[in-house]
């Protein structure tokens, strides 16, 4: 039972190199968002999804680029990345994005940009 | 727009205390109120859940209701445990969904 699984786990990048963080689910789900988690500031929506070929900025999408070309996946996108992107990323996915729908989350991608 | 307020940590308890997080919400609408658990190094993961006024959602000893009147979901715990200690969050969901900043709660033995 794989639920949302996010790849890598780690990564270290130089400031400047791109980078594309993995997100597949395998529960149908039509709704799937990446959020960044920092000190202080909680859970960020960086960009979400509510189907295949739909997508839309979150809080903070400058710098990050996404992509639903199926149901499954969901790939994050860093184009140039810069020290201020060192955070924590979740992906997490839901049956719909209204109310009473739980949302699930992988287990988190964590990037230190250098 | 949609919100939620929790109470700002961090919160150290001793084991078998009583522990209350507050959480109040702002929304328009009839949100569904959620409580996330995350523990070190892990993902968020769903703890209880209520979808309408004044239901209650419990799990491992955890408990929230739903008040309406009040616009809160705060979570409770009777007799704390060494394996609570995590951070914990408040969401609602609307037509989004919507997370509060957590509080991380440490229980010392």
């Known amino acids: 039972n794989a639920g949302v699984t996010q790849t890598p786990k780690f990564q270290v990048l130089k400031t400047g190199q791109s980078m594309t963080l993995q997100c597949a689910q395998d529960?149908?789900?039509?709704?799937m968002s990446w959020y960044r988690q920092d000190p202080g500031m909680g859970l960020r929506l960086i960009h979400y999804?509510?189907?295949?070929?739909?997508?839309d900025q979150g809080e903070v999408p400058n710098g990050y680029n996404v992509s639903r070309s199926t149901t499954e996946d969901f790939p994050l996108r860093l184009l140039s990345a810069a020290p201020s992107q060192t955070s924590v990323y979740f992906c997490?996915?839901?049956?719909?994005?209204?109310?009473?729908?739980?949302?699930?989350f992988g287990e988190g991608s964590w990037l230190t940009v250098v | 727009g949609d919100s939620v307020t929790q109470m700002e940590g961090p919160v150290t308890l001793s084991e078998e205390a009583f522990l209350t997080i507050n959480c109040t919400y702002t929304a328009t609408g009839y949100p569904s109120l959620f409580w996330y658990v995350q523990y070190p190094g892990e993902g968020l993961q769903l703890l209880l859940k209520?979808?309408?006024?004044?239901d209650k959602g419990s799990n491992k000893g955890f408990e929230a209701t739903y008040r309406k009147e009040t616009t809160s979901f705060h979570l409770e715990k009777g007799s704390v445990q060494v394996s609570d200690s995590a951070v914990y969050f408040c969401?609602?969901?609307?037509?989004?969904?919507?997370f509060g900043t957590g509080t991380s709660l440490t229980v010392i033995p």
């Open positions: 209520a979808t309408k006024a004044d």
């Open positions: 999804s509510v189907g295949a070929g739909i997508t």
């Open positions: 969401a609602l969901t609307g037509n989004q969904f919507y």
């Open positions: 997490a996915s839901s049956y719909s994005g209204s109310s009473g729908n739980t949302i699930y």
């Open positions: 529960m149908n789900h039509e709704y």
